[in-house]
Structure formats: structure tokens, C-alpha cells
């Protein structure tokens, strides 16, 4: 369990009747970047939810950082944060008020320190006056990544974490994730539609099927294991 | 703790006083109430010779004991539901926060919206009127803390099922406390009204709250027995509705409910 980041046991969530999550167990070591896959309906969503104490599992067990996330759940959430262009900050706010807002709720010491260097960092100086409510898709996906890294997460959750962004915005975030999973030995957690992106930062896959894992481990491995070249191959006949 | 408290508390404060035209909608509408009721209560006093019972004074007193209550409710509903249209209800509940800390942020910001909306409406009052709201002494004090836990109540309950139910429950914001306001005797005593709606009008503080305002303002004599029921029918509300509150926040996380929230 040490060297593991999250540690799922016999994790279970039905809506009502409907079983989204069929009993999965996995593992994500520490240091790793790992994609989670699959089509609509396969249960990421479920999953993250789940993953960030949003959701309460029906059956299981989830561990982070070696914790309990039933019995820990704020002393992990402080460790953790996430992204997703689905979710907003505040409209009516400034970025600047957002970050420090939620610098605040995170506890982050010197907050005006650490935002100045994100700012820097993802070159958003000219966004940080703006109103959030006023900024474009692709713009609030970078406040919303910026606003994950203020806590210096040991594990980030990264939902889609380039849409809306244009090529070359795309290359420098994931360039920039790359570089910051590295530096701050944290662990990455990606949930994308675009399968390239999958490709070039992840290590590993989790991909899942009507709520079943079907294939779990090193991406190089998986594709060898059932001779395919790519994962777009991969996934359309298995996922 | 504080530290997250205060963070919440700068945000709704953003949210409510960010901008001119929100700061202006926290107060003028308890300002024109006041002028409205002032002049219409004048007008009935100088076109009758029934004005020896201080009827400005109490009227004037009614109307602003009532907008704590509907202040308070709504400062503390409006301020939870801006979370959910802004869709931010993720990013909090993902951030370390707890839930009680959430409940203290929501009472505090309704606080400070309430004394800022209603502050002018007092001094307009004193002006055009002559009306001295602290005549009730320290018993205004114990109204106003009793008329907004009744808001508070009513907010913890509406924001509960909008979370639940979602935006269909959103005109009770608006609608609920009017729902209320002909049980509460803010205007007329308890005895005006039917027998079955007195027996209604009883299981809430307000209108104990009222006919123990008008019993100090046009008697002078404080009824003990109501004091007591206002504050044990507050405690139990009070209680029920974080309870409740907390409950669904609760049942919101069974259901995947806290997930892309919103608009």
C-alpha cells in the first residue's frame, strides 16, 4: 500500500437501481500519470465523484495517501484538487478574487506568493482584473487549472484538461503538467476523450466498460497484450 | 477554520455588495416600504381622530421587524443559491471545507446584508416620520435576533430543496415567506383572525414576535409567556433546518447531486 497514491477496494455505486460502478478495484502508484477511459455512460464520471468525496460509493472502500476517505475526507481533500471545463468558478468574481478565495479555503500560506508564480507560470497576467463570467471557454480552462494547482495537489484530478483550448495552448498545458508532475512528485489522474493527449502523458490506463474495468495497466503493455498500435484502436474495440 | 469562514464571508461579500445596482437592491426596497407605509399611515391619521394609540409607531415598527425576517431569509438563500448558478458547487464541496462552516458563513453574510439593507430604511423613518424603532429598548435587540433566526430557518429549508430538487423549488425563494406572512399577525392581532388560522399562527415565532411588539408599544407590558414560546419554537426550527440542511447535503452525495450543478 505504501508506494500507492489510491488504493480502490471493491468499489460499488448504484443510482437507484442502476449499477454504474460494478465492484472495481485498482491501484495508482505514486508518481504516475494514469488516464481513465472509456465511452459515455461507462461510469468515469461516477468515478472521479467518488474519488473526490462528492459521491458516496454504495459498497467499498477508497484509499488516498494511505487514508480512508470516508473517515479523512477533509485532510485528504487539502491534499488534492481538480479541473474539469464543466465545472466554474465563481462568475461574478475576478480571477485574482477567485484564486484568492480559493487559496483561503485551501489553507495555502503566502497565497499571494504562490498565485503571482501561477499566474507567471500559465501566463494568465492579463486575465487576473477580468471577471471570470467574462472570460472565454479556453481562458477559464486555464484559471480552472490554475485554481487546482494553488494547493500544490499530491493528486490531481484532470477532466478533459485541454478542451477548448487552441493547439498550441494545448501543448504548453500539457507540456506544463508534464513538468509540474515532475517537479512536485504528485500523481496525475486524466479522464479525456482525446486519446493522443491520453498517449503522450500517461504511463498507464484504466479503461472502463458499463462500470467494469476491462483493461488496467502500462499503455505500451496493453497494446502489446492485444495487438494493437494505438489506443484510439484499442478503444474502439474494447471500450 | 476561520480562515475558510472568512474566505466565504469575502466571497458572498463580493457577490453582494460587488457592484452598485446589488448594493442598491439590498436596501431600497426596504427603504420604500418604510415610505410607502409612513406616508400611507399619515394619511389615515389626518383624515381620522383615531390617532391617540401611537398607530405610526406601530405600523412602521411591524413593517420593519418584518423585513428582518424577509432579509435574513433571503441573504442567506440568495447567497447559497449564487453557488449553484455559478455552478461552483463542486469546486466547494471538493475544497476541505465543512459543512458547518459552510451553515456559519450563511448566517454571517445574512446578518450583515440585513443591518445594511434595513440600516437607511431606520434613519428615513427617524426623518420623515419621527419613528423611534429603539423605543422597544432591549427588546428590539431580542426581536430582530428572533425575527431573522425565523429567516434563517426558512433559508436553510428552501436552499435544502432547491439542492434536492432543483430550480423548480427556486420561486419558493421568493414565494415562501408570503406563504407565512398571514399567519404571522404582523399587521393585526392574533385574535383578528379565524380560530383555525390561530391555531396555525401559533406553531410559528413570528406571530408571537408581533403581538409581543404590540403589547410593549401600545400597553407597555412585556408578555413573559410569549418571549418563552418565540425562543423555544426558534430553537426547535433553527435546529430542525440545519439538521434538515445537512441531511440533504447529505442525501445530495448518495445521489450524485453535487456534480455539475447549475444553470
Not at chain 2, 418604510?34 to 391617540?52: A, R
Request: aromatic share 12%; net charge positive.
Amino acid at each position: 500500500m505504501n508506494n500507492n497514491l489510491i488504493n480502490v477496494v471493491n468499489l460499488v455505486k448504484n443510482f437507484d437501481e442502476q449499477s454504474v460502478i460494478k465492484n472495481i478495484s485498482f491501484n495508482v502508484k505514486k508518481n504516475s500519470i494514469v488516464g481513465i477511459l472509456g465511452k459515455n455512460g461507462a461510469g468515469k464520471t461516477t468515478l472521479l465523484g467518488m474519488l473526490l468525496g462528492l459521491i458516496t460509493p454504495t459498497k467499498g472502500d477508497i484509499f488516498i495517501l494511505g487514508k480512508n476517505l470516508k473517515l479523512n475526507k477533509k485532510e485528504i481533500l487539502s491534499e488534492i484538487n481538480f479541473q474539469s471545463p464543466y465545472v466554474d468558478l465563481p462568475k461574478k468574481m475576478t480571477v485574482e478574487q477567485n484564486l484568492s478565495f480559493y487559496s483561503r479555503l485551501y489553507g495555502v500560506k503566502n497565497f499571494n506568493t504562490v498565485i503571482e508564480n501561477l499566474v507567471d507560470d500559465l501566463k494568465i497576467r492579463n486575465l487576473v482584473k477580468k471577471n471570470y463570467g467574462s472570460l472565454s471557454a479556453g481562458q477559464k480552462t486555464k484559471i480552472n487549472l490554475c485554481k487546482a494547482l494553488l494547493n500544490k495537489p499530491k493528486l490531481l484530478l484532470l477532466d478533459e484538461p485541454t478542451a477548448s483550448l487552441d493547439p498550441e495552448t494545448s501543448i504548453f498545458i500539457r507540456n506544463y503538467l508534464l513538468e509540474y508532475q515532475k517537479k512536485n512528485s504528485s500523481s496525475i489522474l486524466i479522464t479525456s476523450h482525446n486519446l493522443d493527449e491520453v498517449q503522450a502523458m500517461c504511463s498507464n490506463i484504466i479503461l472502463l466498460k458499463s462500470g467494469e474495468i476491462v483493461s488496467e495497466g502500462n499503455i505500451k503493455q496493453i497494446l502489446k497484450n492485444y495487438n494493437y498500435k494505438t489506443l484510439i484502436e484499442l478503444f474502439l474495440s474494447e471500450g | 477554520m476561520f480562515s475558510r469562514i472568512i474566505a466565504l464571508l469575502i466571497r458572498y461579500k463580493n457577490i453582494s455588495f460587488g457592484s452598485v445596482p446589488r448594493l442598491i437592491s439590498i436596501f431600497y426596497w426596504p427603504s420604500v416600504q418604510i415610505l410607502f407605509w409612513g406616508f400611507f399611515t399619515n394619511f389615515l391619521i389626518s383624515n381620522n381622530s383615531y390617532s391617540g394609540l401611537g398607530i405610526l409607531n406601530i405600523i412602521l415598527s411591524a413593517v420593519i421587524l418584518w423585513d428582518i425576517l424577509f432579509r435574513g431569509q433571503l441573504g442567506l438563500t440568495m447567497s447559497f443559491l449564487e453557488e449553484i448558478w455559478s455552478r461552483n458547487l463542486t469546486n466547494l464541496f471538493i475544497s476541505p471545507i465543512r459543512e458547518f462552516e459552510l451553515v456559519i458563513s450563511l448566517i454571517f453574510i445574512s446578518l450583515i446584508r440585513t443591518i445594511i439593507g434595513l440600516t437607511p430604511a431606520i434613519f428615513i423613518a427617524n426623518y420623515f416620520f419621527d419613528f423611534h424603532l429603539f423605543e422597544l429598548g432591549f427588546f428590539l435587540i431580542f426581536f430582530f435576533f428572533n425575527l431573522i433566526i425565523v429567516g434563517w430557518s426558512i433559508g436553510f429549508l428552501v436552499s435544502s430543496l432547491v439542492l434536492r430538487y432543483g430550480h423548480a423549488f427556486e420561486e419558493l425563494a421568493w414565494a415562501i415567506i408570503f406563504i407565512l406572512l398571514p399567519f404571522s399577525c404582523v399587521y393585526y392581532p392574533l385574535d383578528s383572525l379565524p380560530p383555525i388560522m390561530q391555531k396555525i399562527s401559533i406553531i410559528f415565532p413570528p406571530a408571537h414576535i408581533f403581538e409581543s411588539m404590540r403589547e410593549i408599544l401600545i400597553n407597555g407590558v412585556i408578555r413573559y409567556e410569549l418571549l418563552k414560546n418565540i425562543i423555544l419554537l426558534n430553537v426547535a426550527y433553527l435546529t430542525g433546518s440545519v439538521v434538515f440542511f445537512l441531511k440533504i447535503i447529505a442525501v445530495s452525495r448518495k445521489k450524485g447531486l453535487l456534480i455539475n450543478q447549475g444553470e
